[in-house]
């Protein structure tokens, strides 16, 4: 029988299913530019788009929007679960126990002495610091009412340094009178420290000396004075604000308190004087600030003072998330902060943002514009055309139900013949040729294997070059029929065809609202929404002849993008005049903008959005009198339309 330790193992491959792909990388930076190209075409300002992007997050991370949700979820859940008079409550209960024992013990004896005391007793204060302050000097009859009275100044002591000194309320159980000795001469030695570093003095040495005595009580082991003043002055104003958040009874009565830490009233002394030079050294703490508390969970004053710690570092890191404020940056938000408030996955997501928007910025993908903001660059618009133009050239090839064909830019049909090489040549090299030439060269005695000389590109045959005007409408009606995104995608998508294809044809990008004007693709594309009526294709249509005019060689190709009859037209004094419904004043003008071109042998193609009757008959009497044609495409269709036109218009 076979050994069934050595019987052979199978293995099965399979997709991953254990949450996001760990080989996956971590942002997509085309599909981040679409999301900023999107939002920029929807009339953001690149600044606007990329923090837009941030607070979304990307391909299912979180963004800061969900981060920061987080964050305020933890600060409700910290004032809703909690109270922060749990020192005054248990203070309140120890002193009950100290007082029913006492009595207790003072029933059993039958004398004028216990009689006494019981009257004094009754006699206490009804505050509990006026209380625990008045029985500082009693004589306890019982050893168990003692032993709570101990308690009492024992918590006070250890939660007042517990608000102050990280893990002093551990260190300080079952202390001692020589430990309550050490903690006040730490003190003395602190607040000598900062007074001398207050007044200017160079503390370098008084530092290392101080650590050197009572480095135990400081477990963060600040580098110098400024860091233990930083991390002890976060920690006083926590505790300030916790006395802020109390009612003016509970901050009397804790201040009342304060004197009986451990039997010793210059405890609370010192720390009061240590709290007045943090302030003084560290006033841009939040000493004023409180928090409003309305759970049943008791806290003491150290777990309060933390709590309110807390809630001062959950709020900037809101204000960290948020990303409002000027100049604001990724790397403003505090990792550890995080870490600690959401856990590690958070902090992951965050650094992930900040890895995305440093790489959007190290691409070059934006540029500061000469007012000092921020626009998509060259490199961007490149990126965001080659997505566009992908999207409609899927749509094209769907709906002829033919393969997407890559053709050449200027260059025509091969004529057969080849020529020598001359700078600026994009032709393609007839290889023969050019190995032939290296051949009979190097029979000559050279030995280099290629030079620039031998190579001889193959002719090809002028195909027209096209001059195109693509005139789109900006009118607020675009805006408001949701027809200004699709627009600016179209423009897009063409831009990046000429541009990479058909580098040889030239387009001029007009847009017309109650003016026209000439744009670059930046300029088009973060062009936002104005509420203003007027749709001046004449002013358009003369911009256009201008434009064409200065390219003779070229075959004139003019394509209009509108949803509104013309309702403008330019006046000789420049001034634009406009009437609702069209004047024949305005329609007149426009036929004589479309006429001009007409002269040129221009080749019109109308992309009419929308089913306004009134728009479309006026449109096919303009095709018809240009020999042109009117498309109507729906809003998804506008850019393969258009593509597909200019595509028809330029082939030989």
Known sequence: MADPRRRKRRWAYGP??????????????????????????????????????????????????????????????????????????????????????????????????????????????????????????????????????????????????????????QAMENATPQDVE??????????????????????????????????????????????????????????????????????????????????DPRLAQSLAHLDAQLQGLRPGEDWSGQGRFSGDNPMGMGEAARALE????????????????????????????????LGPEATADARTLAELERELQSQDLFRRAPDGSLLLSPKALRTLGRSVLRDVADRVTGRQGQRETRRAGAAGEATGATR??????????????????????????DDR???????EIVETEQRTRAAVTLLVDTSWSMVAEGRWVPMKRT???????????FRGDDLSLITFGRHAQTVELGELVGLEGVYMQGTNLHHALLLARERLARQPDATPVVLVVTDGEPTAHLERDGEAFFDYPPSPHTLRATVDGLDRLIGMDARFTFFVLGDDPGLAAFMDRLARRSGGRVVNPDLDGLGAEVVSDYLRKRAP
């Open 310 to 341: 807390e809630l001062g570092q959950l709020d900037a890191l809101a204000e960290q998330l948020a990303q409002s404020y000027p100049g604001a940056r990724m790397e403003d938000i505090d990792l550890d902060a995080l870490t600690e408030a």
């Open 182 to 263: 050490r903690i006040n001469e730490m003190l003395g030695d602190l607040n000598d420290l900062l007074e001398h570093h207050a007044r200017g003095e160079d503390t370098t040495d008084r530092f290392a000396e101080f650590m050197r005595r009572h480095g135990d009580h400081f477990p963060e082991n600040p580098r110098d004075t400024e860091e233990l003043i930083d991390a002890l002055a976060a920690r006083s104003a926590a505790a300030q604000r916790m006395m802020n958040s109390m009612s003016a009874e509970q901050q009397a009565e804790l201040a009342e308190l304060a004197q009986q830490a451990f039997g």
């Open 449 to 455: 294997v290629l030079d620039v000389s031998d190579v």
């Open 420 to 445: 020598p090489w001359a700078f600026g040549d994009t032709e393609a090299w007839s290889v023969p040729r050019t190995l032939l030439n290296s051949q009979l060269r190097r029979a000559g005695g």
């Open 16 to 169: 991953y299913t254990g949450g996001p792909d760990p080989l996956a990388p971590p942002y997509d930076i085309r599909s981040a530019m679409d999301q900023i190209g999107r939002d920029v075409m929807e009339g953001s300002s690149p600044r606007q788009a990329l923090q837009e992007l941030m607070r979304r997050g990307l391909d299912g991370s979180r963004g800061l929007d969900d981060l920061t949700r987080r964050v305020w979820e933890r600060r409700r859940e910290l004032q809703r679960d909690n109270r922060i008079d749990g020192t005054l409550q248990e203070v309140r209960e120890l002193l009950a126990r100290a007082l029913d024992a006492e009595r207790s013990a003072l029933g059993n004896e039958d004398s004028d002495d216990a009689r006494f005391r019981e009257m004094q007793l009754d006699a206490l204060p009804a505050d509990t610091g006026g209380a625990v302050r008045e029985l500082g000097e009693y004589d306890w009859r019982s050893s168990e009412a003692r032993d709570a009275y101990q308690e009492i100044r024992d918590l006070l002591g250890r939660e007042l340094l517990d608000q102050r000194f990280q893990g002093m309320k």
């Open 491 to 501: 423009a897009l998508a063409l831009h990046q065809l000429i541009s990479t294809r």
